[in-house]
């Protein structure tokens, strides 16, 4: 008897990996080769995390790790609910559940909000782990393609009107934008959410790079309480504290049928990491000074990538308005390639840059294909050296 | 027009709560009307979690709480496989992945080796929470009835293989047990890894209790080297170092396919949580010593807990092999009405206990319906009190 092979499960197999994470290879290949690689394709942040808050962290006084709330710690959610003062949204700490990143707010509303095979309409590019997640929770994305030539701006309501179904469920933006860093006005969301109450939908909206708009202000989709039982918001202490590691987000919502279905997922795994959540309410004490000169500093930075890559032939760019992300278009129809070539061929002074391909923000396939995501999480010096890396590439490769 | 509700999935409504929360507004209202309520309904450890790990935490030296690698630090993953020599057991660290607690292991398990309505066997009564999981990924339990009679021994082989489907995909057990107590022993587990190998399925084990076994030694499933593609271990700090709210747990495999799986998953969520990581290090340099004190204190417990049983009239039970578990028969035919009664009517010196009904743990219906669970994780001076408040409202509750 010839024995199968015990295997996997399809849906594994089927599961795709982030486009970031395919380039890791060449990126070590490269370090091992003696190269120094600028990191301008991954969202972690160089900024510190507030000190205060690993202060707070230095000061823990507990003898037990104990479980705590499913839904996080009471005195957490409070700071949460009085921080959303900042943005004129007025939350009970009930409407905000403590979870395990922004990741495992994102599942628990596909959970909560969707059954199997129910669609969800994104603009795309978009974050592309937003793709596992409706794969892991069976829901199908239905992507509404923006582009770079329009800073990559929300489509009008009718197209979004014009792809819903019987199944769509729900419509889901990030905003600001991952990895466009478009931000959209009170006006757009305003439109939407007539879209999704006309429809009877929700709007979830990931806003976790909501304190990084550099021209205009930001409006939380939480501000519109007349449509409070549409709306969900993810949201998490990753970007804007520099705290990715702690594994703290936020599902907020003020939908009852949702909060007491998010409840029982969060039962589920029987509560958010406490530690974390320690940090997490010493950052909300000290938010206000800290996120203005993290916001500060990004805005640098930005002026700093947005010149220099007006300053290279060939590159299309555009001002991203929000958010430490950048979407280019290089002279090339693979950039891929020209990602994977930055890694293994290419060197300047034992120097080279790593940038995340485009395509893979793309739900549709064969789109995007020359595009490159920049993340603007390195500090001045670092990015105007990656810039003339980059330049120096371009021309390079143009003759290859 | 009228509006239909905008309403949670339907995954979500049928999602089931843990039988051990559905008493809580019962016990708050107790302590709200002045009653010490003792709670032998929880599994949260009251031994202190080791003061070296505490103490690691507070000498944290990141200015950055970064996105760590997505299966763990290195080192962590490698004092877990040091620590595994201890059951003669000799993984390599990239068999390890570090979850946020054994929670996202079981999910990330079930998600990996089954697809949608795919089948698990499981013997019951057993840890409520999976049916959660499985509901959550799709799968299907089919439960395999056990007896308190029989100290809820393993089924013979044959009784698995009975309800062998071409849908079956694994056979899940919880060694030691939660709710019972039990332990399997090496000869057993040889024998379900014969049915496995055989039918081509997975060996799933919840390992999480594995350090408190108290008569006979434990043998993890990891030992059988020839069967390595057919076994996945569950494993946690949350116990064994008292450590619940750091949310550390651990996906333990050496088939390749599943590893490259359960990456993939892990890549999705981005990381495990930082500070918890730190902690478990330490808990892990420090296991021995800690680990044998902790087990003394539970082994006393358990003897005062299967002596004080004993002398209950109408109460039958048994000895627990192992964990800090036990379920217990009471003379009564629904033992849910005899708990809520015990947190609503009861007390004495203004004092009452909290147990978890016995059905909660069964999949089948009308099953359990007359036990409880009880676990011993309060002193011995406590417990000893709780034993004599079980008699004096066993007593009582007869004559209602």
Chains 1, 2 share one sequence.
Not at 69 to 89: H, Q
Not at 164 to 169: L, V
Not at 275 to 302: H, N, P, S
Request: aromatic content about 12%.
């Amino acid at each position: 008897m010839i024995k199968t092979r015990l295997r996997e499960s399809q849906r594994g197999i089927q599961l795709t990996q982030s486009p970031i994470r395919s380039l890791i290879p060449y990126a070590r290949r490269a370090k091992e080769n003696g190269k120094h690689v600028y990191h301008l394709n991954i969202g972690q942040p160089d900024i510190p995390t507030p000190p205060e808050a690993i202060e707070r962290i230095r000061r823990i006084e507990n003898n037990i790790i104990k479980y705590g709330p499913s839904e996080g710690l009471p005195s957490l959610r409070e700071k949460v609910a009085y921080y959303y003062n900042r943005f004129s949204v007025h939350l009970h700490p009930d409407d905000i559940f403590v979870t395990t990143g922004a990741s495992e707010a994102i599942l628990f509303t596909l959970f909560s909000c969707c059954d199997e095979h129910d669609e969800i309409i994104i603009p795309e590019p978009f974050y592309a782990n937003y793709i596992g997640f409706a794969h892991t929770s069976s829901v199908n994305i239905v992507p509404i393609s923006t582009s770079l030539e329009s800073k990559f701006a929300l489509p009008e309501p009718d197209a979004f009107e014009a792809l819903i179904t019987p199944r769509t469920k729900a419509i889901f933006l990030c905003n600001p934008g991952n990895p466009t860093g478009q931000l959209y006005s009170r006006e757009q969301l305003r439109e939407l959410l007539g879209v999704v109450e006309k429809h009877n939908l929700f709007l979830i909206v990931d806003e976790v790079y909501r304190e990084f708009c550099y021209d205009d202000e930001f409006t939380s989709v939480l501000t519109f309480t007349g449509a409070s039982d549409h709306v969900v918001v993810i949201d998490s202490i990753s970007k804007v504290f520099s705290s990715c590691g702690a594994r703290v987000g936020f599902l907020i919502t003020r939908n009852r049928d949702i909060q007491r279905t998010v409840n029982k997922y969060a039962q589920l795994r029987l509560c958010p990491p406490h530690l974390g959540q320690v940090m997490a309410e010493a950052c909300y004490d000290f938010a206000t000074d800290y996120i203005e000169k993290a916001k500060e500093e990004y805005r640098l930075r930005r002026e700093v990538l947005y010149n220099g890559l007006q300053a290279i032939p060939g590159i299309k760019s555009y001002r991203p308005a929000a958010a430490f992300y950048n979407m280019i278009s290089l002279p090339f129809s693979d950039s891929t390639e020209f990602c994977k070539w930055l890694l293994a061929d290419f060197s300047h002074n034992e120097e080279t840059i790593m940038l995340a391909p485009g395509d893979g923000f793309y739900y549709h396939v064969n789109m995007g294909q020359s595009q490159a995501r920049i993340a603007y999480v390195i500090n001045e010096e670092k990015l105007t050296r990656s810039l003339e890396l980059l330049q120096i590439a371009v021309e390079m490769y143009k003759d290859i």
